[in-house]
């Protein structure tokens, strides 16, 4: 507590309101490329974890955004489509997947979803919360369940299917896909998921347009593109990371008998502590000689 009060370090990850608020405005930028002239519903394919992105795109429909369904992608960690599709928020052992990033089983802002679509009733969002936590799940009633199910769809991918896609985009495309980005795609081409979209657009003869949230950079999941037989792109600032190559490796794969989580604690304190007394340092007033 002291070091994150001292360097004013705070979580950035979907735990954190102010992440959540930030990718909501992602989802008015992405409708306006699709509907510039807001003429029609928007559906969204999105990876999904711990649901923090999903939920800003819940926020952004609360808004008033015209975003049709929110399509949630799992992989084999699968409580977000166990929730949405029957209401079972029950925590399953945590599976390792090719998009590790998603290897969650305690999604947390499904808190923050209960509590925007039972229109913020705290009461009712604590009891099904709580419950979960303490390992003795209470199954969402029909009636929430249903307000649910007016924003958003689920869909749970294998790594199988991950790779499948990774492959299959490649061909068509020439793009790279990193695996957490493709359990989103394979969920949004899949017919009937499109045909259950359908389902909540206006009368027209063209479906809704279906956005893919893209998540990561393919380079950081050079595993799975191995896996997948598509080639890693290149990014600069994973290539300036493998120049010190032992720093790289070693807090990738730690050696078994160190904790992975406190060897990257370690280093992130080592470098903000460093980069604190360069600033102090350059700060100093220099004497004039």
């Excluded at 206006?202 to 896996?227: G, N, Q, R, W, Y």
């Excluded at 078994?256 to 304190?269: F, Q, Y």
């Amino acid at each position: 507590r002291e070091f994150m009060a001292t360097h004013k370090v705070v979580s950035i990850n979907s735990i954190n309101w102010a992440r959540v608020m930030v990718q909501s405005t992602y989802y008015f930028w992405a409708y306006l490329q699709l509907r510039p002239l807001v003429d029609g519903p928007v559906h969204f394919a999105v990876p999904t974890g711990a649901f923090g992105n999903s939920v800003g795109g819940l926020v952004a429909k609360t808004m008033g955004l015209p975003i049709g369904k929110i399509l949630c992608a799992t992989n084999a960690n699968d409580v977000v489509h166990r929730t949405i599709t029957r209401g079972d928020l029950s925590i399953a052992p945590n599976v390792m997947t090719v998009s590790p990033a998603m290897d969650i089983q305690f999604a947390y802002n499904v808190e923050r979803m209960l509590y925007l679509v039972s229109g913020g009733d705290t009461t009712v969002t604590a009891k099904y919360m709580m419950a979960a936590q303490q390992r003795k799940p209470i199954p969402l009633p029909m009636d929430l369940l249903k307000k649910v199910q007016q924003t958003f769809l689920s869909f749970a991918v294998t790594d199988e299917e991950t790779c499948g896609t990774m492959a299959s985009v490649y061909r068509e495309s020439g793009l790279t896909l990193d695996p957490h980005s493709a359990v989103g795609v394979h969920a949004a081409r899949l017919s009937h998921i499109k045909a259950v979209m359908r389902m909540g657009d206006a009368p027209s003869s063209e479906a809704a347009p279906i956005c893919c949230v893209l998540t990561a950079h393919p380079a950081k999941f050079e595993d799975a593109c191995a896996k997948a037989g598509v080639p890693v792109a290149t990014c600069d600032k994973v290539e300036r990371l493998k120049t010190i190559r032992h720093a790289f490796e070693w807090l990738r794969a730690p050696p078994k008998n160190v904790n992975k989580l406190e060897a990257w604690a370690a280093h992130i304190k080592r470098a903000v502590e460093e980069a604190a007394a360069r600033r102090q340092q350059a700060a100093k007033p220099r004497s004039r000689l």
